[in-house]
């Protein structure tokens, strides 16, 4: 209704949202996802929840050609190792062994298959990362040796909250520590002309025609969002909605105050 109401195509900064903006973080993060599958091997991507690490991701592999590269996503990881890999199985279409080595062993085949036959690369995203199991950490060099570790065919991104990349540097982790050739981390958009310009492109991308915000109303989303392009979002549908059976056609900064005060 209240998209309706302001004349949008959808919420800003939700996840409809076609064309992310970007002032070259993303365009940076594109560059090396890009060096990574021309080059088998893992990536690690970090950032604060909500801002738009997932977002980046889908946005840049909705491009890739699917006869080439066969993106597996997998966001349920706060299960045991062995749970991981039946995941894992399952997007490859294999029925998982209840055995590990088994298990490995078909997930594996199924790898040579797709590069060798099929000339197709599997590129497994991790999300929500910093949920793994510590057993998988240490297990996931060993599974990613091929042919005595003298192939690499399956590019593998880790995706995570900021501690990821700290657990990955304790010793117990090194062997892997040692594989990752792509570090990005993503940051908020904490800066006034830089989150200025993230609400604009939002809106503008979602069909609006005006500005909705006074600039005091902009500064108030900013602290209040911590310049997490998320819970900007959500502050931002949240005062629309109470906007509506106002009558109100922009969004004043007591109602912007008091979407954030429902969303405490």
């Not at 039946?86 to 298959?113: F, V």
């Not at 570090?183 to 069909?207: C, D, M, N, T």
């Amino acid at each position: 209704m209240y998209l309706q109401h302001f004349g949008l195509r959808h919420a800003p900064l939700g996840k409809e949202l076609t064309e992310p903006w970007d002032d070259g973080t993303l365009a940076h993060l594109t560059e090396r996802f890009n060096w990574l599958l021309s080059s088998p091997g893992v990536g690690l991507l970090t950032g604060e929840p909500g801002v738009g690490k997932t977002a980046a991701l889908r946005n840049i592999t909705k491009s890739l050609n699917p006869h080439r590269y066969l993106v597996l996503y997998q966001a349920e990881t706060d299960f045991g190792r062995v749970d991981i890999y039946r995941g894992l199985a399952r997007a490859l279409g294999i029925e998982p062994n209840y055995r590990r080595a088994q298990l490995w062993r078909d997930i594996k085949q199924r790898i040579h298959e797709l590069v060798d036959t099929k000339q197709t690369t599997p590129l497994w995203i991790i999300d929500e990362a910093q949920n793994l199991p510590p057993e998988f950490f240490r297990d996931l060099p060993a599974f990613l040796n091929f042919a005595f570790d003298s192939r690499d065919l399956i590019s593998v991104w880790l995706v995570g909250h900021p501690a990821l990349a700290q657990t990955l540097e304790r010793a117990p982790y090194a062997a892997l520590a040692s594989r990752i050739q792509v570090r990005v981390e993503l940051k908020p958009v904490v800066q006034r002309e830089r989150f200025a310009k993230l609400i604009a492109h939002a809106f503008k991308s979602a069909g609006a025609t005006g500005t909705l915000l006074s600039d005091s109303g902009l500064e108030i989303v900013r602290q209040a969002s911590k310049g997490l392009p998320r819970n900007a979002g959500t502050i931002l549908c949240t005062a629309m909605r109470l906007a509506v059976p106002k009558g109100l056609n922009h969004l004043p900064d007591e109602i912007l105050q008091l979407a954030i005060e429902e969303l405490q």
